[in-house]
């Protein structure tokens, strides 16, 4: 069964920057786009991007580019969100996601809260 | 970020059928049969309930069944249950440009 273990929570000042990640297992991580998807406190789904293991190649969202970088380690079945400069505005929580066929997600991490404050 | 049109709450009696709506454009929805639903029960992450418009995950009850019609595509729930209150997006692929876009979320209330 696929299941993906995110990084814990954080509090985080403006300003600095945070890498959260997610820890694939129990399938090929190599061969499936892992997606991050924010949820702001009391709102919807928002998807950020994903990116292909199995080369790191990326895609984002228009919204999100350039605001976050996505990266894997393979050696780890490790994928990472990035941000350089954290604002309050970007506090939420962060889903990572397993990507299949058409862009549907087919598991999800327990997600990461980040607190800018 | 641009968003598919859900209600923002529907509601129906135990037992009964509902259908939640998904409102999209000729650019997503009504462009390509890559429409998702999920549920997320409050402080959990969402779960998907169906993909490609209307095929069901393996361990989906066959209770919930996707549609579509145009630019609108359907999640119906029949015989609703209590652990059936949840939060339900839609997403659609949205072309090379958006790639892919949520609804906002409509709320079931199981009477």
């Known amino acids: 069964e696929e299941q993906l273990l995110q990084s814990g929570a954080e509090v ?3 300003g600095e920057s945070l890498k959260i990640s997610c820890k694939a297992s129990g399938y090929s991580f190599t ?39 996505m990266s894997v380690d393979k050696s780890i079945n490790t994928a990472y969100l990035r941000w350089p400069s954290l604002r309050p505005s970007d506090t939420a929580h962060y889903y990572c996601a397993m990507h299949i066929g058409n862009y549907a997600i087919k598991a999800w991490g327990q997600g990461t809260s980040v607190t800018v404050s | 970020q641009p968003a598919l049109t859900q209600p923002r709450s529907v509601s129906g009696s135990f037992g009964q059928s509902v259908i939640i709506p998904c409102t999209g ?7 390509y049969n890559y ?20 095929t069901r995950p393996s361990g989906v009850p066959s209770r919930f069944s996707g549609s579509k019609s145009g630019n609108t ?32 979320g409509t709320t079931l209330t199981v009477l």
């Open chain 2, 73 to 104: 595509a359907s999640l119906t729930i029949s015989g609703l249950q209590a652990a059936d209150e949840a939060t339900y997006y839609c997403s659609s692929y949205a072309g090379i440009n958006t790639l892919l876009i949520f609804g906002r």
């Open chain 1, 12 to 14: 985080i000042q403006p």
């Open chain 2, 35 to 54: 429409v998702s639903w999920y549920q997320q029960r409050p402080g959990a992450a969402p779960r998907l309930l169906v993909y490609d418009v209307s």
């Open chain 1, 31 to 69: 061969k499936y786009w892992i997606g991050w998807v924010r949820q702001l406190p009391g709102k919807g789904l928002e998807w950020m991007g994903m990116i292909f293991p199995g080369d790191s190649d990326t895609q984002y969202s228009p919204s999100f580019e350039g605001q976050v970088t």
């Open chain 2, 25 to 31: 454009s000729n650019s997503d929805i009504g462009g």
